[in-house]
């Protein structure tokens, strides 16, 4: 049950792509395509933003998107807003779960 | 509309127990898995405990195994952490949340564990 491996920040200009990588094992995020993304914003609860590697929720907006390839998953968000700017955490999730340790996103 | 309430936090001595609840309205609660996650103050996301729709799977992180309990009573609509032997270490906000995938949480309930 080790946490996954994110980056601790990562930065963008407005308008700008990011990506943010979650690397685990063959034993989780490689098992299997149950990897969700969460962001959240100070003092307030998390928000699922993508499931099962790709699925986007009703509502979230496109600009978001999930991959994956092997162990490690990715979240990128495209044409970046002031109001991303936001930790992100990954998991993966099957019985159990795991979450990576989260990304601060600073939009510069 | 989905509503998780979380309720039972507070602060209590190192050894000492304290019992969550998570209040459930807005969907069909029997249909879906839950799971508790805690966050330290300052840290990242710790996942804690998952129950299968009929309480018939429960999962645990190793740092709780043997102290919490995860239950549900799908009559009340309600999710349950029973926690015990509580350390220092569990000082955290604790959130239920709904489905493996995690869709929808509340908003949190504080445990403090100090003396």
């Known amino acids: 049950q080790s946490a996954l491996t994110q980056p601790a920040s990562v930065s963008g200009s407005p308008g700008q792509s990011i990506t943010i990588s979650c690397t685990g094992t063959?034993?989780?995020?490689?098992?299997?395509?149950?990897v969700s993304w969460y962001q959240q914003h100070p003092g307030k609860a998390p928000k699922l933003m993508i499931y099962?590697?790709?699925k986007r929720p009703s509502g979230v907006s496109n600009r978001f998107s999930g991959s994956k390839s092997g162990n490690t998953a990715s979240l990128t968000i495209s044409g970046l807003q002031a109001e991303d700017e936001a930790d992100y955490y990954c998991?993966?999730?099957?019985?159990?779960?795991?979450f990576g340790g989260g990304t601060k996103l600073t939009v510069l | 509309e989905v509503q998780l309430v979380e309720s039972g936090g507070g602060l209590v001595q190192p050894g000492g127990s304290l019992r969550l609840s998570c209040a459930a309205s807005?969907?069909?609660?029997?249909?879906?898995?839950m799971s508790w996650v805690r966050q330290a103050p300052g840290k990242g996301l710790e996942w804690v405990a998952n129950?299968?729709?009929?309480?018939?799977?429960?999962y645990y992180v190793d740092s709780v195994k043997g102290r919490f309990t995860i239950s549900r009573d799908n009559a009340k609509n309600s999710l349950y952490l029973q926690m015990n032997s509580l350390r220092a270490e569990d000082t955290a906000v604790y959130y239920c949340?709904?489905?493996?995938?995690?869709?929808?949480w509340g908003q949190g309930t504080l445990v403090t564990v100090s003396s």
């Open positions: 129950i299968k729709q009929d309480g018939s799977e429960k």
């Open positions: 099962e590697v790709s």
């Open positions: 949340a709904r489905a493996l995938r995690g869709d929808y």
């Open positions: 998991c993966s999730y099957a019985g159990s779960k795991v």
């Open positions: 063959s034993s989780d995020v490689g098992s299997y395509n149950l």
């Open positions: 807005g969907f069909t609660f029997s249909s879906y898995w």
